[in-house]
């Protein structure tokens, strides 16, 4: 199982959290509704930031 830092973590919340509220938004700037789809944005965001995330399946 891979293994995500607390700072990744805390993206994923928030990025969910948003999600639930209905503000989290896609680059194209649609309304995210699916869960894959908010977790993968949290994770990216959580890359940017330099937390300890795996690398993306190619």
């Not at 995330?53 to 399946?57: L, Y």
């Given at each position: 199982m891979a293994k995500y830092s607390g700072k990744a973590s805390e993206k994923v919340g928030k990025a969910?959290?948003?999600m639930k509220?209905?503000?989290l938004k896609?680059?194209?700037?649609?309304?995210?509704t699916s869960k894959k789809q908010a977790i993968a944005i949290g994770?990216?965001?959580a890359?940017?930031?330099g937390a300890k995330?795996?690398?993306?399946?190619s």
């Open positions: 969910m959290h948003e509220e209905g503000k896609t680059g194209t700037g649609k309304k995210v994770l990216s965001e890359r940017e930031a995330v795996p690398k993306k399946k």
